[in-house]
């Protein structure tokens, strides 16, 4: 009598297990999928007179991969957005029409909408504290004074998120700061731009699928 009882306890036991097994699979299989999307993102400034300044490398280098990649950006919410499909990840780039220093406002929305993890968030930005054309990831960092990543660290509340800084040296004169970000490339960037902008790509597809230590290490002041 006593086996059978506890016969029964044990079958008991095993369903309600294997209940919670298939739930903890369903959310392991969720949280496996969120990981192989991500947000990147590239800020600039909407409007054709800011196309080729320098403060807009960020759309610059997204407009470069999706041409490679023959992508078209449709406008949606708070940006244009289209969506790169690498080796089993899905890059959602955008470009948020926010204009520069309300660029959180589109970053919080994308990474909720999309339910894409922070640590999966990649924000390509201009930096006049690098040579012309120098490439740094880190994963955190203040905002340096750079309007859009003070937006984007007030919305999302932390400095703990990768960006993506590309220099553009600091070649002007005191007090013609906005004048220089707000202006185009020489001519003599404009001849180098092309193949940085390829080293950029390389630099997106190697975070998606490296991670960000591997392309640290491959990428940082190449």
Known sequence: ???????????IWTFIKSLFNYNSTSLDVEDADSMKKFLIVGLGNIGEKYTH?????????LDALAEK??????????????????????????KPSTYMNLSGKAVQYWLGKEKIPLENLLVITDDLNLPFGTLRLKRKGSDGGHNGLKDIQDKLQTITYNRFRF????????????????????????EKLNERLEKSIQLVKSFALAGVSNTMNAF???
């Open 1 to 11: 009598m006593l086996f059978y009882f506890y016969k029964k306890r044990f079958i």
């Open 53 to 61: 300044t320098r403060h807009n490398i960020g759309f610059k280098i």
């Open 167 to 190: 220099g553009i040296s600091n070649s002007f004169n005191k007090g013609r700061q906005v004048d220089y970000v707000l202006s185009e490339w020489s001519h003599e960037e404009n």
């Open 69 to 94: 990649e023959d992508l078209k950006f449709e406008t949606q919410k708070l940006g244009d957005v289209t969506v790169y499909k690498l080796k089993g990840r899905q890059l959602i780039l955008l």
């Open 220 to 222: 940082n002041g190449k």
